[in-house]
Each structure stands twice: as C-alpha cells, then as structure tokens.
C-alpha cells in the first residue's frame, strides 16, 4: 500500500509558489494532511512524473489552485496534474464521491472549463477556506476509512 493515500493534493504553477505556499499552510493549520512537490514530497534522483501520477492516482482529494497565472497559460505541467485528476474523476462515483476542490487565488480569475461543473473556493473568503478545510477533513476521514474497509 502506498505511503499516506489519506493525503490532499495541492496541484499549483510554480509561478504562484508563495500563494500555494499559503494554502499549504493553511490547509495545515486545520489538520488538513496535505502534499505538494516541494515540501519534501520528491526525493532527489526520484522519477518525478511517475511519483506525481501516483500520488494522484492515490491521493484523497485533489486540490487545484486557479490564479492569473494558471489561466493564461496553457502549456505547463500543472495542466498534466489537473488532467490527470479529471481522468481519475472518470472511475469514481461522482453522486457519492467529491475528489477535485478547485481554489480560486484571484479576484477576477475564471475557473478552467474542466473544473467549470465543480463549486470553486474563494481563497479570499475565510467563511469559504473554512468550509474547504471542513469538507477536506471529511472526505480524507471517509476515505481513511474505505482504504481500512
């Protein structure tokens, strides 16, 4: 089995690493158990595209951080994540199951017309993250428990 299912994804563009280093945090604080690429999650010399398939392939939930950024670039490999998220979406009972939670980082920014059928987080609104961490919890806790089952 592999090490830590039960985490959250946070999928972002390295240009807005201070922004999801902030929602790492936060996502943290509240006792979220949450992974990115850059907080000890690769080890050097590692395969590192295999390891990020596989850490969504196994992951809880998926969390991808939308910004100016993410919108006006289309080829980055943030986009491989988010895809590949989409993809896993596929075998899952979406009427049951809620994997991908989109966080918008900017005002004004659109959600990506993949996520467009999902509700996005308002990362400026503390009701809104509150609610985020709140149903992050709960899936992790629900899927701790399939993965026990």
Avoid at 28 to 36: M, Q
Avoid at 57 to 84: H, I, K, M, Q
Wanted: proline letters at 4%; hydrophobic letters at 35%; aromatic letters at 10%.
């Amino acid at each position: 089995m592999p090490e830590a299912p039960h985490k959250v994804f946070l999928s972002y563009s390295h240009n807005d690493r201070a922004k999801a280093e902030e929602l790492y945090e936060f996502l943290s604080r509240k006792r979220i158990d949450v992974w990115k690429d850059d907080e000890g999650g690769l080890d050097k010399g590692s395969a590192w595209d295999l390891e990020i398939k596989r850490r969504i392939a196994d992951c809880a939930c998926f969390v991808p951080l939308v910004t100016r950024n993410t919108s006006s670039d289309s080829e980055s490999y943030f986009w491989s994540e988010w895809n590949g998220a989409i993809d896993r979406t596929q075998r899952m009972d979406r009427a049951h199951r809620r994997f991908i939670f989109p966080v918008l980082a900017d005002e004004g920014t659109a959600i990506p017309e993949i996520f467009a059928t999902m509700q996005a987080t308002r990362f400026s609104d503390p009701m809104d993250m509150t609610a985020l961490a709140d149903d992050l919890r709960r899936e992790q806790q629900r899927f701790r428990k399939e993965q026990r089952a």
